[in-house]
């Protein structure tokens, strides 16, 4: 009998050290299956909230946010998202707290867009150094960044600082390679510094993957203008225009000579009856100004060996697959559509082969 009845107690306790895990198991179940509840919700709030802030009622997305946030108060992506929408009312102070607030959770996969946005709000602050900082800080989180280094160079434009916003939107045309604002202001930073390969190679870029007609303009506007202007004719004498743009650094000697080399052009070569530097009164001669000047330039950026630009493997793709007509006449198409027409009739399979390398080669490699 007593071996019977230790045996029931060795049975009870065994049955009790079994159960106590099952116990634990079912409340863990319970505990991922709230969480997981709780993550949807939150999620579902959060997407309510981005459809109303895409539709500009602010305050119906702050309020979505706001209901997320009680839910789960840890969340980064809830706090930045209600960041953005307090910028996009423009109330900064409320913005830049939820921002901070969020820089100190888990940001992952939030990176490059929160510290893009602290940066804008300190920026827009009056308070660049602060932007520049945590820009800096950003950069070194997300090295592969395009928009983190795009809007510094910004607020260093914005301090009229040339050198040091050319060098942050190098790190951005460096990260993408479709990214038109950041080739825009490359070649509007390196018209100003007189970086004439730069400004040549980035400005025809920029043009051709922006789908911004007042971009397009500005840089046809800017390709034309500064190159109209480096030879200049007065009565009967031609005049090198010498623009006042002080050359600093071990380049300058690669600029000043591409310089000379399209101001030589300009003084000797012919449109027909026309010499370069004669005043064009219709745009179908601005355009035929143009692909002429366009055509010699990028012959110069593909072999200027001291040109240390990335993009210089473009414009020597465009020669090697003989492309540069058509990346021409379809970025100069704007000036004199007829012009443009009249070319296409003859090489719309040209233009088909100009895409198709590009997408499948060029943004491949």
């Given at each position: 009998m007593n071996k019977v009845i230790a045996l029931i107690f060795s049975l009870a306790t065994c049955t009790s050290l079994f159960a106590a895990p099952n116990a634990a198991s079912k409340n863990a179940s319970t505990s991922t299956a709230n969480k997981n509840a709780i993550a949807e919700a939150v999620k579902n709030l959060v997407d309510q909230g981005v459809q109303f802030h895409e539709q500009g009622q602010y305050d119906e997305a702050i309020a979505k946010y706001k209901?997320?946030?009680?839910?789960?108060?840890k969340s980064a992506l809830v706090k930045y998202e209600m960041a953005f929408s307090y910028h996009a009312k423009h109330e900064l102070d409320k913005a830049l707290s939820y921002a901070k607030a969020a820089a100190k959770l888990d940001t992952k996969g939030l990176n490059e867009n929160l510290y893009s946005l602290l940066g804008t709000i300190y920026d827009e602050k009056g308070m660049p150094d602060s932007a520049l900082t945590i820009y800096r800080e950003g950069f070194a989180k997300e090295p592969n960044s395009f928009n983190i280094p795009y809007n510094a160079t910004i607020t260093y434009m914005r301090k009229n600082n040339a050198d040091s916003a050319y060098a942050w939107v190098k790190r951005s045309i460096n990260?993408?390679?479709?990214?038109e604002g950041s080739y825009y202001y490359?070649?509007?930073?390196?018209?100003?510094?007189?970086?004439?390969?730069a400004f040549y190679a980035y400005t025809m870029y920029s043009t051709f993957i922006t789908?911004?007609?007042?971009?397009?303009?500005?840089?046809?506007?800017?390709?034309y203008g500064k190159t109209k202007y480096l030879?200049?004719?007065?009565?009967s004498t031609i005049e090198m225009s010498k623009p006042n743009i002080k050359q600093t650094g071990s380049d300058s000697?690669?600029?000043?000579?591409?310089?000379?080399?399209?101001?030589?052009?300009?003084?000797?070569?012919?449109?027909?009856?026309?010499?370069?530097?004669d005043k064009d009164s219709t745009s179908a001669q601005q355009t035929e100004f143009l692909?002429?000047?366009?055509?010699?330039?990028?012959?110069l950026i593909a072999f200027t060996d001291e040109i240390n630009e990335p993009i210089q493997r473009f414009y020597q793709g465009l020669i090697r697959d003989r492309l540069v007509e058509a990346f021409i006449y379809t970025i100069c198409e704007p000036i004199d559509r007829p012009t443009f027409a009249q070319w296409l009739i003859?090489?719309?399979?040209?233009?088909?082969?100009?895409?198709?390398?590009?997408?499948?080669?060029w943004l491949m490699l």
């Open positions: 209901i997320a946030e009680k839910k789960d108060p990260n993408s390679r479709t990214h490359a070649g509007f930073i390196a018209s100003q510094m007189g970086k004439w390969p789908k911004k007609g007042e971009i397009i303009r500005d840089n046809l506007s800017r390709l030879v200049l004719k007065k009565d000697t690669v600029n000043n000579e591409f310089l000379l080399a399209i101001q030589t052009m300009l003084a000797t070569d012919t449109l027909g009856a026309r010499k370069l530097y692909i002429h000047i366009l055509e010699k330039c990028i012959k003859k090489n719309r399979s040209e233009q088909v082969r100009l895409f198709q390398w590009f997408n499948r080669e």
